[in-house]
């Protein structure tokens, strides 16, 4: 299947600071990407929707502007958490189409800890 | 609302065969996913059915019957290796995806 990378795989920042991830299809243009966050022994929850060079859709209750997420290019997607607390940490998990009919390959995942 | 409803948790023996089931409520339907997801790790893709049937791949196989919204993954012969949370997703008329809360898979020796 198709690879998409997610960077870095974990991070440990300070409280107050921002952190930022990446997600990258490698070998396929992404016209959709998604992030999820998933706390310990839940199941995935969608944070926010982006299309290739327009503003990302958030879910209900999700901050636009603590995280913020730009998808300037056919093969990136950036999630920023500004000002990190440590209730953000979480498991940020990022998915990537290439179509609106097929499936979405998962990055290996980001593991946040805000101490 | 869109609903997707899928057991919260299995047992199963290595070696034999367990059914997942998973039943949903959609606007509109565009195909049906089935993922696999160690703890701790990304989904990994399973299968995809948009028509009804069955699709068998390899130990793995997963059914649709889409007028009763209705989808079960199948697996045979377990191995240790097996135990994880597996997802059922739908995309819906606007293609997005829909996500069960997943079960969690133990297998016992």
């Known amino acids: 299947g198709a690879v998409v990378s997610q960077h870095p795989s974990w991070v440990i920042c300070k409280s107050g600071t921002s952190v930022k991830i990446e997600c990258r299809s490698l070998?396929?243009?992404?016209?959709?990407m998604f992030w999820y966050r998933q706390f310990p022994k839940q199941s995935l929850m969608l944070m926010a929707t982006?299309?290739?060079?327009?503003?990302?859709?958030?879910e209900q209750g999700v901050e636009k502007d603590k995280f913020l997420i730009n998808h300037a290019s056919l093969t990136l997607s950036t999630l920023t958490v500004t000002s990190a607390h440590p209730e953000d940490s979480s498991f940020y998990i990022c998915?990537?189409?290439?179509?609106?009919?097929?499936?979405?390959?998962f990055g290996q995942g980001t593991r946040l800890t805000v101490v | 609302g869109q609903n997707i409803d899928q057991p919260t948790e299995m047992t199963a023996t290595e070696g034999a065969i367990v059914q997942i089931n998973c039943t949903y409520q959609?606007?509109?339907?565009?195909?049906l996913f089935w993922y696999q997801q160690h703890a701790g790790e990304a989904p990994t893709f399973l299968s995809y059915?948009?028509l009804d049937g069955l699709e068998e791949k390899g130990r793995f196989s997963s059914f649709l019957s889409r007028s009763k919204g209705y989808s079960y993954l199948l697996l045979k012969e377990l191995q240790m290796k097996d135990s994880a949370s597996y997802l059922c997703?739908?995309?819906?008329?606007?293609?997005?995806?829909?996500w069960g809360a997943g079960t969690k898979l133990i297998i016992k020796p």
């Open positions: 998915s990537a189409r290439a179509g609106t009919d097929t499936e979405a390959f």
């Open positions: 070998d396929f243009q992404a016209t959709t």
């Open positions: 982006s299309n290739e060079g327009s503003k990302a859709t958030y």
């Open positions: 959609t606007s509109g339907f565009n195909g």
């Open positions: 059915n948009v």
């Open positions: 997703a739908v995309m819906d008329s606007n293609y997005q995806l829909i």
